[in-house]
């Protein structure tokens, strides 16, 4: 264990600690042997294990993940990195009608790791696309969206294992973030959620980025006696509704947190997940704190506007916290 | 770039080379019969008959070891039977049944079966290359000397990321053979309307890598190329670009009602240009074959194909129940 890693470093030494491991692991994508990504995510790597297994390839995201795919089928665990997750709208096809229906119509495993810097930050409208919503929503696709160092590492491990497509997400706002990280053998399972801070009165859900606002949020409302429990997903596909509906039959009470576009993103899934499994033990409707249905724009001014804040994520659990009854329209 | 005319015989014992035609013949005759019952409605969403290109496929497959594989197109029957797979588990999958080579889950566009190293033809235009591209990478980082043939259409030659395909199996030689079978047309569209430049091999050729038009109704100018291709592959020298000349004589899909070309074509193509006829008609002149022999395989092949038809009628239906079943690895902590 590590006590001093961020949330890119912890990447990276998962990442080797495996390659040793392993030797049918590699990595290919832009940028990645001398640079080690737009994020450093693998810097170091490209020197230490050699181009065939550090492979820096062409703009070409379409022959990047259908290297992969067929690499994954034939024995190989590949690492597809591009670098920013918009750019996986150039191979969807690979992604979405390939990868994830392999193992369903043939039954051969695709042990195939799509990882990408993702969640909303600088870059303007085609740099902050929430794609973890149409993954989600994509059977055959695994999704993961760490929310810190030791996630980040355990999680990595747990796909370089597996044997099925996972799209990796990273968010932006969190390269740098400090933090502890396991050992060779720490392993975070794929489809697991924990409980980031333990609570009695309100349950807050949320992934990645929104986790460090929902842990400020709880920790701004605790000072006037509301004692909430953070969810961080971890995983986005599958969920973990153990974990979500054994939390919320015990507060009775919900706000998902959500930078995505709120309509038919994660919160709208999670919402209808508890409505399902935990509607009877619910004193409210669930709250949503989500991104609004916009893209990003260039300005942190309006940017700042789209997006869920510290500020409104107290607000909602303060209401939802105080609510008794119905509650009435307004 | 050369251009394949002769019509050698084929460099291989007579045995194979009768087995070439048996392997042409059988093709033929289950793509006659799945036309026909694709009509009766027996064959849910129909199929993309490949009567006419029977040496393309014969030819790719022997060229290749049995090791080897290849991954392909929509119209894809001729090229799973040529590695191998049964009429009847490619007829029973057709008709979405247990017995079929994919239970039922794949269909006439999704026949794969990873012992026969057939993997996956596919519903989606260029994606089978990707996918041979991808496993000839696997074949390339482990060491082995497989190689793959990933093989798309016309139509799939104006689709961009082939040529992303192409380009990457150049720059890291992959043990790669990049086929385009071109049957002269993307569903109702006439390829040399919609190419720039025309000529397909010459595109290719601008990516670095051996080019060349192949005769495609010719099994054994198949063969020796695909044959030299897999020997550059299997020796380091990278992939190889082949553009097999060809023609679909069915439409598009089956009961496809044809306004795009004329009759005429069709007859001059069937008469002068039939893979089968033509490869018999060598056989016997050679004294390889005789009449008898000819018509033996004939009826061998009306047997299989018989057979086959009465194992996917009779074959059992999968069961709903598993519909949902083995859709990924990870299931997390489902609520019951």
């Known amino acids: 264990m590590s006590n001093d890693e961020t949330y890119s470093t912890a990447y990276r030494s998962g990442m080797r600690e495996e390659m040793e491991r392993d030797g049918t692991i590699f990595v290919l994508g832009t940028d990645l042997f001398d640079r080690g990504g737009h994020f450093s995510q693998v810097k170091g790597l490209g020197p230490e294990f050699g181009a065939d297994r550090i492979r820096d390839t062409p703009i070409s995201e379409a022959a990047m993940v259908a290297a992969g795919v067929g690499a994954a089928m034939n024995g190989t665990r590949p690492v597809v990195d591009l670098n920013f997750m918009d750019f996986a709208y150039g191979a969807m096809d690979e992604l979405i009608n390939q990868a994830a229906k392999i193992r369903y119509m043939w039954g051969r495993p695709v042990p195939l790791v799509v990882r990408a810097t993702a969640g909303v930050a600088q870059g303007g409208a085609q740099h902050n696309n929430s794609l973890q919503s149409t993954f989600m929503s994509t059977p055959g696709l695994s999704v993961v969206f760490p929310s810190r160092p030791w996630d980040v590492k355990g999680l990595l491990k747990s796909a370089l294992r597996g044997e099925d497509p996972v799209v990796f997400m990273m968010h932006k706002m969190l390269t740098g973030a400090r933090g502890p990280a396991g ?5 975070v399972p794929i489809g697991s959620a924990r409980i980031a801070r333990p609570g009695r009165d309100v349950t807050l859900i949320s992934y990645g980025y929104g986790v460090t606002i929902a842990e400020k949020a709880a920790q701004s409302v605790a000072a006037q006696g509301i004692d909430t429990e953070v969810i961080d997903l971890r995983s986005l596909s599958p969920l973990d509704l153990n974990t979500i509906v054994t939390s919320v039959r015990k507060t009775g009470k919900v706000i998902v947190l959500d930078e995505a576009p709120i309509s038919a993103g994660p919160a709208a899934e999670i919402t209808a997940q508890i409505n399902d499994h935990a509607f009877w033990y619910l004193d409210q409707p669930v709250g949503r704190v989500c991104g609004a249905d916009s893209p990003i724009p260039h300005s942190p001014a309006l940017v700042d506007a789209l997006l869920p804040s510290e500020a409104g994520v107290v607000a909602a659990l303060q209401q939802i916290a105080a609510a008794t009854g119905p509650a009435l329209a307004s | 770039m050369t251009t394949s005319t002769a019509q050698p015989m084929p460099d291989v014992d007579p045995a194979a080379a009768r087995e070439w035609l048996a392997a042409m013949i059988l093709i033929r005759t289950f793509e006659e019969r799945g036309d026909e019952l694709a009509l009766r409605g027996k064959i849910p969403g129909g199929m993309h008959p490949a009567i006419g290109q029977e040496a393309a496929a014969v030819g790719i497959a022997r060229g290749l070891r049995g090791t080897d594989l290849v991954a392909g197109t929509h119209r894809a029957h001729h090229h799973a039977l040529a590695k191998g797979m049964t009429p009847s588990a490619v007829l029973a999958e057709l008709y979405g049944k247990a017995s079929g080579s994919n239970g039922g889950r794949g269909g006439s566009m999704h026949l794969a079966d990873f012992d026969l190293g057939l993997w996956g033809s596919n519903g989606v235009v260029g994606a089978g290359l ?65 190419t720039g430049g025309a000529d397909i091999t010459r595109r290719a050729a601008g990516f670095g890598l051996p080019a060349f038009t192949v005769d495609g109704q010719d099994v054994v100018s198949v063969h020796q190329a695909v044959s030299e291709a897999a020997d550059r592959a299997r020796t380091g020298s990278g992939p190889t670009f082949l553009e097999i000349l060809t023609y679909r004589y069915k439409g598009h899909d089956s009961g496809q009602v044809i306004r795009y070309r004329t009759d005429d074509e069709v007859q001059r193509w069937r008469s002068s240009k039939d893979p089968i006829e033509n490869y018999a008609a060598r056989l016997i002149t050679a004294g390889l074959l005789d009449e008898a022999g000819l018509a033996a395989l004939t009826d061998t092949a009306r047997t299989t194909v ?28 489902e609520q019951r």
């Open chain 2, 306 to 333: 018989d057979e086959a038809v009465t194992f996917a009628e009779e074959a059992p239906w999968p069961d709903p129940c598993t519909a949902a079943e083995n859709v990924s690895a990870y299931t997390g902590n």
């Open chain 2, 130 to 194: 990707g996918i041979a591209m991808g496993a000839a990478l696997g074949a390339k980082q482990r060491g082995t000397d497989q190689v793959a043939a990933g093989i798309f259409g016309d139509g799939g030659a104006n689709v961009g990321r082939v040529w992303e395909f192409t380009n990457l199996a150049a720059i890291w030689k992959l043990p790669l053979i990049v086929v385009c079978e071109n049957n002269l047309y993307a569903v109702e569209t006439q390829t040399s309307s919609v």
């Open chain 1, 183 to 187: 050992g060779p053998d720490e392993l």
